[in-house]
């Protein structure tokens, strides 16, 4: 016999409280998430300027410049890229024809991002819960339980790291993660059709097309959704029709081969080495929610938030272990879960002394979070006019690279530049010699690499440095030793000089 109870209906007809107090709180969530996102809202104007924003940038000014062959978006090559996703894809015919500029294209994803992301969360939480000042509870966890010390990386969601990501595809995953879970959980619950199983299967491709890392996220709590509402076999069976869907999706992609991501080299690994330190100072707010897991758990020895914490623990145990670092990018697997149960204990059933007392532990440790990342108020209002302390926690965004093309530095000119710069330069349409990121898919990445560091260093003859110059069709340099073939053309932030090679 099919079954389409839920193992979170009793908190879903758990009525929102009449006591003036949980009235007052309900008010004061929805209010503190409401300027959350009034202060992100300042940031998206901003666009503040670190991280992997030149990429983003980069891969959209080549899909302006050719929707069907865009080629590398860093090097001068004909290779793909997995940053050729359907988002982008989609950002990409925008700013072709309505010539918009890439930063303003930038700043219409991060509003589109962060509206799926709202929307998402909202939706996914109400599948868990009908109290009304849950979804503001899960989104203020989601930002602000993370630790004392500050940690940004895209597809994690503290403020700080949301604020300096919002533009990326990250978000917009994360955003469609949220709501592909929301559809996922209701139709395990069943009756599902074929077509909702297919329609999930194309959600869930999209998901892994647009942020790999998130994918796997997506996927983990999936599972865990899946295993928790205990389907129906025909219910089963749809869903699993729509796994083959996605992965023909996945199959079929022009722009790149995802498949292949499956050997990505230790370039890889390496970059995400640092996942692993001090997990406690980047994490520490989260352990009410781990408690939390706990009580649900006991309740229920199959809930979805506590099998999708334990999925996500395993995997990324297993990459510390064996070495395989990029695993730790499924920390967010094991941190939403454990937020949002922290969220959702505060309203959940039961004795109002025990829920008030909950709800003190979780306003202590929010109220410790939002001060670890004050310093996102710095990038909507001037340092000079924080507080010290809170200007103490600001970090400077990057400069850009803006002045170059006021110098004469066109799209598709080849710059020689060190790896820092070069995270940056292609975003106004120029490529560069080595990319600023690993690429899987450059098979010379290697080459260019030692290529560019061999230029800047201290040994390199003149000889040398021209015929690499040379081999790679450099037009410009940004920084190093001058020399007789150099014409000095610039000079921006931090004293870096622009050259033009000359012929």
């Not at 062959?69 to 090097?75: A, F, K, R, V």
């Not at 440095?465 to 014409?487: M, N, T």
Request: net charge positive; charged share 15%.
């Amino acid at each position: 016999m099919q079954t389409t109870t839920s193992d979170t209906e009793p908190e879903q007809r758990t009525a929102a409280p009449r006591h003036p107090v949980a009235r007052a709180g309900r008010i004061s969530a929805q209010g503190a998430a409401a300027l959350v996102l009034v202060l992100l809202l300042l940031v998206v104007v901003r666009l503040p300027w670190a991280g992997d924003l030149g990429m983003h940038a980069a891969t959209i000014e080549r899909l302006r410049h050719s929707l069907v062959h865009p080629g590398n978006p860093l090097i001068d090559a004909d290779t793909p890229s997995p940053y050729y996703s359907p988002w982008t894809l989609l950002l990409g015919i925008v700013a072709k024809l309505t010539g918009l500029s890439v930063f303003v294209v930038l700043r219409l994803a991060a509003l589109a991002g962060l509206a799926l992301l709202v929307t998402g969360v909202h939706r996914y939480v109400r599948t868990l819960t009908a109290h009304r000042a849950a979804p503001a509870l899960a989104l203020l966890s989601l930002l602000f339980l993370w630790g004392p010390d500050l940690f940004a990386w895209s597809g994690f969601l503290g403020l700080n790291s949301l604020a300096l990501t919002v533009s990326y595809p990250s978000v917009f995953a994360l955003g469609l993660t949220f709501h592909f879970w929301a559809r996922l959980t209701r139709a395990a619950r069943g009756p599902a059709g074929w077509g909702a199983g297919a329609a999930l299967g194309v959600l869930w491709a999209g998901i892994l097309l647009c942020h790999q890392f998130t994918g796997v996220v997506a996927t983990l709590g999936g599972l865990a959704m899946v295993a928790g509402a205990r389907p129906a076999r025909a219910t089963l069976l749809r869903l699993g029709t729509g796994l083959l869907t996605g992965l023909l999706v996945l199959w079929l992609w022009p722009y790149y081969d995802f498949f292949a991501l499956f050997s990505a080299g230790g370039d890889l690994e390496a970059v995400h080495r640092s996942l692993y330190r001090d997990l406690a100072g980047r994490f520490g707010y989260v352990l009410p929610g781990v408690v939390a897991l706990g009580f649900r758990l006991r309740r229920d020895r199959r809930d979805p938030l506590a099998l999708f914490f334990v999925l996500g623990v395993l995997m990324v145990a297993a990459g510390g272990l064996t070495g395989h670092y990029s695993w730790g990018r499924a920390l967010p697997a094991a941190l939403i879960p454990a937020q949002l149960a922290a969220a959702l204990q505060a309203v959940s059933a039961g004795r109002w002394a025990v829920r008030r007392g909950w709800a003190c532990v979780l306003l202590v440790a929010l109220v410790a979070g939002a001060w670890t990342q004050a310093g996102t108020l710095g990038y909507v209002v001037r340092r000079d006019a924080l507080p010290g302390a809170v200007a103490e926690k600001y970090r400077q965004p990057w400069a850009g690279y803006q002045w170059m093309t006021r110098a004469g530095v066109r799209y598709g000119d080849v710059v020689m530049a060190r790896r820092f710069p070069a995270r940056q330069i292609p975003a106004y349409g120029p490529y560069t010699v080595a990319p600023g990121y690993p690429d899987v898919f450059l098979p010379d990445a290697g080459r260019r690499e030692a290529a560019m560091k061999r230029y800047f260093s201290a040994g390199a003859g003149e000889e040398e440095r021209r015929g690499i110059l040379r081999e790679y069709g450099v037009r410009w340099v940004v920084g190093g030793a001058p020399a007789p073939w150099l014409h000095k053309t610039a000079v921006g932030p931090r004293g870096q000089v622009l050259y033009r090679v000359v012929p």
